[in-house]
């Protein structure tokens, strides 16, 4: 009975989740028409990398930035070397020109090379851009005419996996087309908390007055979000400006990946639980404690099914054993095995539930499809992300709370 | 700095009220594909009660004999209804009356089509039926060992469909399967009677079943 009532619990918030968001997004294609980046008034931007052992994705993040579609005489390059063990300095300085700055420093962490790289960067606008990503040329004009409002500070891209391959970036794929989605429906009611550290732009003023990026801090792009957010600014998105990234491809980092973003977001909000008002609009009242409490049901669920999968798997080879492991005997091939699955299926409320969140999924795919048009193959990834996602979510959020109150000191890399 | 947040309120307050209604519909969308499950059930049952009927008749009429015996006509379809009967307990609840109706009629055909083969066995001595009584039982402490002999059971009959077996529910209110009981001695749920004889065996798996037949 407990399982039943977290269930539709979910079901609930999930539903309403959807449906506010959905309606939140209306308006946002007219609204954003109205940006124009305006050639002839264009700003000076500073693109800083910040790189640590990048050498394998070096070449093709620099020819990136180096294709961005800019005034050549309003742009600079700023490469950050943080120490890298690898060939990722002496690949970055091939590219040194009066375009493209190459420093290198002591290892001490990305918000270390951001700030570094900030300072010394003399652009009105700043542009993080990690060193695994590939951005589409017209990316920047996007993000700048977003500025056009004085109160914008942040304009966050829209981040896509590029070619995924395998199950793990598959899964990943769908996570990352629902985030394009969510994305456009934060900026809908100023409820942005996460501004992706792939090519976001910002506002140097804000810097100058509200500090620069925290250095010890895990997620460092987060917590500036947060910071905007809290100085009630606008976080605004760009749905044209689209970067691509590179995940983890196995389990292991993955996994590292994962924790470090959700420990440092548990960290991060702790610090910010003032955010958590209705002062801060959809964001404290909504979108925050929405998230929250989906984490958690999530964690619970998952616990709750996958130990009664394991009693039910133990039950199951009980049952087996007592008909001597005669698998074919136990599928019904009778002429009514379709119609009972079916009656069986159809009018349980859960499994209802799951064709309708099926459906949404499908939808938010669709709409993040037709932003992303290339280099984003989608077969096999949405019955993938149905099948896992929800265990690893779980089991990341159950590993990082976990970690986060036994260890105090977990390094960015 | 003034906190100017863009309106959100009426959004809320409109996904929650769509929230609820389909909510609810989904919950009525179960509900009424079991209703419509549940007349249908109805329907069959009436239909197979026909058939029962017309099939005893006709051999009565004409006399056919042992080799023409065929009790395995309708076992398909009275194995499909009593699975429907098992899902509308799920979804209208083991106490529903309509239900609780609906099972009573079940158990009357199941026992009509039992005696119709206990006939068959009496008349020819060389060509007898297998013929196995379950009693279940789904209380909570019982419906382990309930779930355990059922699965069996379900096995034994897809390996040798020519065996016959009849489920009753031993908790259910019905002086039909009061009389069952008292007429085999069942003394507690979850036995078996195989070939007219009441067992008290604990069967550890399907092979204890089958050196009974």
């Not at chain 1, 456009?184 to 100023?190: I, R």
């Not at chain 1, 003032?274 to 929250?292: D, E, M, R, T």
């Not at chain 2, 051999?59 to 009275?78: P, V, Y």
């Amino acid at each position: 009975m407990l399982r039943e009532i977290f269930i539709y619990t979910s079901a609930f918030i999930g539903l309403f989740a959807v449906i506010f968001y959905t309606l939140s997004i209306r308006g946002r294609r007219e609204f954003n028409k109205k940006f124009v980046f305006n050639e002839k008034k264009a700003p000076f931007v500073s693109i800083v990398i910040p790189a640590y052992n990048e050498e394998k994705g070096m070449k093709a993040t620099m020819e990136s930035a180096l294709g961005i579609d800019y005034p050549r005489d309003r742009l600079e390059i700023i490469v950050v070397d943080d120490g890298s063990k690898d060939r990722t300095l002496e690949i970055a300085k091939r590219y040194s020109s009066r375009l493209v700055k190459v420093y290198h420093k002591k290892n001490g962490g990305k918000g270390t090379a951001l700030n570094y790289g900030i300072k010394r960067s003399k652009g009105e606008f700043i542009i993080t851009m990690d060193a695994d990503s590939i951005v589409k040329p017209d990316a920047v004009k996007h993000q700048i005419a977003k500025f056009a409002n004085p109160k914008v500070m942040c304009v966050s891209p829209i981040v896509a996996i590029y070619e995924p391959k395998g199950i793990l970036q598959r899964i990943q794929q769908v996570e990352y087309f629902l985030g394009i989605f969510l994305r456009e429906a934060f900026t809908s009611v100023n409820a942005v908390h996460v501004t992706p550290g792939a090519f976001s732009a910002y506002r140097r003023e804000f810097f100058e007055k509200h500090g620069y990026f925290e250095e010890d801090n895990l997620v460092e792009d987060f917590e500036m979000a947060l910071r905007i957010q809290s100085k009630d600014y606008i976080i605004e998105n760009s749905m044209k400006s689209i970067v691509y990234t590179i995940p983890p491809n196995n389990l292991k980092a993955l996994h590292v990946q994962r924790k470090r973003w959700y420990i440092g977001l548990i960290r991060n909000l702790c610090n910010y639980t003032h955010l958590f008002s209705k002062n801060y609009g959809a964001l404290g009242l909504l979108v925050l404690p929405i998230a929250i409490v989906t984490i958690f049901i999530s964690i619970i669920l998952t616990l709750n099914i996958t130990l009664r999968s394991l009693l039910d798997l133990k039950k199951e080879l009980m049952l087996l054993d007592s008909i001597n492991f005669n698998f074919l005997s136990t599928y019904d091939f009778s002429k009514y095995a379709i119609e009972r699955f079916l009656f069986n299926f159809l009018s349980d409320p859960i499994m209802l539930f799951l064709v309708l969140f099926t459906f949404i999924l499908l939808g938010y795919m669709v709409f993040a499809k037709t932003k992303v048009k290339k280099h984003s193959a989608v077969k096999f990834s949405l019955p993938l992300f149905i099948m896992f996602y929800s265990f690893l979510f779980a089991f990341w959020w159950f590993s990082s709370i976990i970690t986060n109150f036994i260890s105090k000191s977990i390094k960015w890399r | 700095m003034a906190r100017e947040r863009p309106p959100y309120m009426w959004n809320a307050i409109i996904a929650l009220i769509l929230t609820v209604i389909i909510f609810v519909g989904v919950f009525l969308l179960g509900y009424t594909i079991s209703y419509y499950k549940y007349k249908g059930l109805v329907q069959s049952q009436e239909d197979l009660r026909y058939s029962l009927l017309s099939f005893e008749v006709e051999r009565d009429l004409l006399g056919n004999g042992c080799e023409d015996f065929d009790a395995f006509l309708f076992t398909e379809e009275m194995d499909h209804l009593g699975g429907i009967i098992g899902v509308l307990e799920e979804r209208l609840g083991k106490n529903d009356e309509q239900v609780l109706d609906q099972k009573k009629i079940y158990s009357l055909l199941e026992t009509r089509h039992f005696l119709y083969v206990r006939s068959h066995n009496e008349e020819c001595e060389d060509d007898k039926i297998d013929v196995i009584l379950f009693f279940y039982s789904n209380k909570e402490d019982e419906q382990e060992e309930a779930e355990r002999l059922g699965y069996m059971l379900t096995t034994l009959k897809r390996e040798d469909p020519d065996i016959m077996i009849y489920s009753f529910d031993y908790d259910m209110d019905s002086s039909l399967i009061g009389i069952l009981i008292k007429k085999y001695n069942i003394s507690r749920p979850n036995q078996l009677v195989i070939n007219e004889k009441t067992l008290l065996n604990v069967f550890e798996d399907i092979d204890d079943i089958r050196d009974q037949l």
